[in-house]
């Protein structure tokens, strides 16, 4: 027989219920974030710990305490006098039919309180082992060993967010979420990886430095990788499949955009640059940056300010410093590259778009935004060609595309003119979306945060940042206190689209066991391809 944790002795669904803590209970033992089951008469509520207090029956006990020897009298007071509460928040309720419904009652007084069971966890958050492959173990909540899954249909069906500071494991959730992907074949994955982490091999911090492996060492013909840096994939013992070369003539104005802030451009400056492409069409930038001594000459002649031409100019110069920009005159339609990956993403590959030791923020953005507003665009295309047909073969494969540093990408400016503000706010409607990973949430437009589908939390100490996440989340005030107390690594509060209440879970490790796990379909899949080529 299991034994309570606790009883209800009062509190509100809004505020959270409040729960006595049994004496014998190790109450240091009890944290927030825990995962607990309120037995009620009809329903189990399902809850979080969000605040935990002291309390004694009698003041004069906190005057004058036992003393050590005491024992007795501290085992007496411990019965009848002092006591320990928490706050429970209560996120679901089951009744009789096992059916999650939101919470729209509370358990009567002394109803008795539980640790949540295997059981009780497989109910909720769905079986690893379901046929549908939509279930994807994303590690355990407190204390626990039972699988937390993420509903990974769920998950792309909307843009979602994986939000902590600094070496909280983000990049790790990331990885994990992403295999998950690519072994469920539930999105392709387009993966701008600004630090070369998702491809070959990533550091795992540590005491002893090692290693762990990448997407395209687990999953090999599934992912391509398409690198700006080939020499720096090759240094990492790779090939890159694809060297990234971009025309000049694929670079249009509204690329340029969402460079503004990071090159502080001036709107005027943009502006100048629609003059310029007013005359000169796909040649606009290759134009303006042959143009040397006669800067003054050319504004005039196209009507515009010298000044916003020679500050447009100075800023986009640096760009002749990239190697993977060529010139190419004339080369409108060809975009081999960008051409290259809708056509492994076709294909259901993965692509991993490496940057190597071009980690300039600009850099990021710009290829970023070049890149995904082509596909995108296809992708409208595409969806349009469905809605036509409305065959099921024509129906486009949902892309989820990965973003770090998202605040660059979806800052309040950002967001408004850029490809990526539009993605995730049009939501799935052409089966793109978003997987944004930032230490700074608070940097990202309000009402595209609002939009986000799923949140993964780790650890956020910015009070900025605490509320930024929480935006638009009916719990918020109950949430925040457990994303205040979260650890400082591996440790992340799960909430929204693709799990069915909120949850504070330990990620799972990112190792052998892992690696073993993703291979394991990988051969069970060629094991029925065969079966089905014998029969
Ligand atoms: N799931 C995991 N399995 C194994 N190790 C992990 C996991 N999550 C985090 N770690 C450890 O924590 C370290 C930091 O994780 P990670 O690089 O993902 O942090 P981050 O949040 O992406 O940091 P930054 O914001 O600086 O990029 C890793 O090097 C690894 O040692
Ligand atoms: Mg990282």
Known sequence: MKKALGHIIGGSLTDGLTMRIAPEANLEAIKTGKFLSI???QYRFFSLITDLSLAVTNQDILLFPPSKQETLLMDLLKQKDMYATAVLKPMLMLGADLRPIPVKTIPSHFALVYEADKKDVALIFGDESDQSKKYFNIGCPLDMQTPVCLDLERLTERSNGIFGKTGTGKTFLTRLILAGLIKNEKAVNLIFDMHSEYGLQARKEGKEPSFVKG????????VVIFSL?????????????????????????????????????????????????????HEWLSILLSQGENLKEFSNSIGAHPESIAALYRKLKRLERLPFFINAPGAVHKNSCIDQMIEYIDNDTHIIVEFGNFTQTFVYLLIANIITRRIHKRYIEKTERFLGSQKIE??????????????????????RQTIFGIIAREMRKYYVSLLIVDQRPSGIDEEILSQIGTKVVAQLSD?????????????????????????????????????????????????????????DTVTSKKIDELVQELF
Not at 276 to 281: E, L, P, R
Not at 480 to 488: F, G, Y
Request: aromatic share 6%; no cysteine; proline share 4%.
């Open 463 to 519: 009070e900025k940042d605490i509320q930024a996440v929480l935006t638009g989340v009916s719990n918020a005030s109950n949430l925040r206190s457990i994303v205040a107390s979260l650890d400082s690594k591996k440790q992340v509060l799960l909430f929204g689209h693709a799990v069915t209440m909120p949850v504070v879970v330990e990620t799972r490790e990112y190792n052998h066991d892992f690696y073993r796990a993703m291979a």
């Open 215 to 222: 997407l395209k060492t687990l999953f090999n013909d599934k």
């Open 394 to 415: 024509d129906q486009p494969k949902k892309l989820l595309i990965t973003i770090e540093e998202a605040h660059k990408f979806l800052n309040p400016q950002a967001a």
């Open 229 to 281: 840096d080939p020499d720096s994939t090759r240094r990492r013992g790779g090939n890159p499949d694809v060297v990234i070369t971009l025309p000049y003539q694929s670079i249009q104005v509204e690329d340029i955009l969402s460079l503004q802030g990071e090159l502080n451009l001036h709107a005027t400056a943009v502006e100048s640059a629609y003059l310029i492409v007013a005359k000169y069409k």
């Open 39 to 41: 037995v009620g008469n």
